[in-house]
């Protein structure tokens, strides 16, 4: 069993960034691909950002890419997301995923944190 625990959410204004941090917990973590899912009132979780195991390999969704930055410390078990240039759209409860078949679609990973809410004011 894997244990996922988000932090660092909060509230920001427009422009300004975050760097969220999950941490695994009951087995290593690069057994597992890491992803970053968010999910807005209403909508539907939606795929952000994801690591392969080594952490050679990075996918982004074209709405954060070149603002998000996914990266892991696979010695410390933690995961990181990057985010820069926040908007208003960025708002959602964001989560830690690990999996170990795809990268993009979250009815893919096996464990989950409890999310982190990000508020974004514009």
């Known amino acids: 069993q894997v244990q996922l625990v988000e932090s660092g959410g909060g509230l920001v204004q427009a422009g300004e960034s975050l760097t969220l941090s999950c941490v695994t917990s009951?087995?290593?973590?690069?057994?597992?691909?890491m992803g970053w899912f968010r999910q807005a009132p209403g909508k539907e979780r939606e795929f952000v950002a994801a690591i392969s195991q080594s952490g050679a390999v990075m996918y982004y969704a074209d709405s954060v890419k070149g603002r998000f930055t996914v990266s892991r410390d696979n010695a410390r078990n933690m995961v990181y997301l990057q985010m820069n240039s926040l908007t208003a759209e960025d708002s959602a409860v964001y989560y830690c995923?690990?999996?170990?078949?795809?990268?993009?679609?979250?009815?893919?990973?096996?464990?989950w944190g409890q999310g982190t809410q990000v508020t974004v004011s514009s």
């Open positions: 009951g087995r290593t973590n690069s057994n597992y691909i």
């Open positions: 995923a690990a999996g170990v078949q795809s990268y993009f679609d979250h009815r893919t990973y096996e464990y």
